[in-house]
T-cell receptor
Framework: ETGVTQSPTHLIKTRGQQVTLRCSSQ?????VSWYQQALGQGPQFIFQ???????GRGNFPPRFSGLQFPNYSSELNVNALLLGDSALYLC?????????????FGPGTRLTVL | AQRVTQPEKLLSVFKGAPVELKCNYS??????LFWYVQYSRQRLQLLLR??SRESIKGFTADLNKGETSFHLKKPFAQEEDSAMYYC??????????????FGQGTILTVHP
């Protein structure tokens, strides 16, 4: 069984740029959630994707957007980067079977905005 | 709005001592709660989920709806338990469906 994988591991961008982060879900999982974890804080929910559609969203502006593909992998896109977007971005996959299931996390992508 | 509070940022105990990591929550619906653990240089991983009523690595957690708490306990701490622990609450409805709300985390250090 393959766990959740994320790429890249680290990324450095400058203010105003755009970034795309990628996530491959765990085998057998059809739902992907994204979280932002600032230094010293717990993860904050960005959004969740199921069947290639956004299924739920936290308090993040529209410049945070996502995609889910038919193979259940996912991308997180952030436009017009701000210094405050510097964080660890976590992807979690789970299975929707009519009720919520446990979310399993990837190792994260560390984004630094200069 | 749902909220999870872990009042202790740091917790230190000696090996063999009992340990309790506190978690309080605020949620209008029926709560579904988790404990996640992050060992040094490893990913966030599930420790236990309250509906499973399992004991993982000797840890247990009981949901107390009256006190809105979900404290994590272990009778005899081991050095390998040293890690960051997060309590999390699942939102099972509304526009933030599937959202896990995490506490700030507690760093547990078990001394030899």
């Amino acid at each position: 069984e393959t766990g959740v994988t994320q790429s890249p591991t680290h990324l450095i961008k400058t203010r105003g740029q755009q970034v795309t982060l990628r996530c491959s879900s765990q085998s057998g999982h059809n739902t992907v959630s994204w979280y932002q974890q600032a230094l010293g804080q717990g993860p904050q929910f960005i959004f969740q994707y199921y069947r290639e559609e956004e299924n739920g969203r936290g308090n993040f502006p529209p410049r945070f957007s996502g995609l889910q593909f038919p193979n259940y992998s996912s991308e997180l896109n952030v436009n017009a980067l701000l210094l405050g977007d510097s964080a660890l971005y976590l992807c979690a996959s789970s299975t929707w079977t009519g009720m919520t299931d446990t979310q399993y996390f990837g190792p994260g992508t560390r984004l630094t905005v200069l | 709005a749902q909220r999870v509070t872990q009042p202790e940022k740091l917790l230190s105990v000696f090996k063999g001592a009992p340990v309790e990591l506190k978690c309080n929550y605020s949620y209008s619906g029926s709560p579904e709660l988790f404990w996640y653990v992050q060992y040094s240089r490893q990913r966030l991983q599930l420790l236990l989920r309250h509906i499973s009523r399992e004991s993982i690595k000797g840890f247990t957690a009981d949901l107390n709806k009256g006190e809105t708490s979900f404290h994590l306990k272990k009778p005899f701490a081991q050095e390998e338990d040293s890690a960051m622990y997060y309590c999390a609450l699942l939102n099972a409805g509304g526009t933030s469906y599937g959202k896990l709300t995490f506490g700030q985390g507690t760093i547990l250090t078990v001394h030899p």
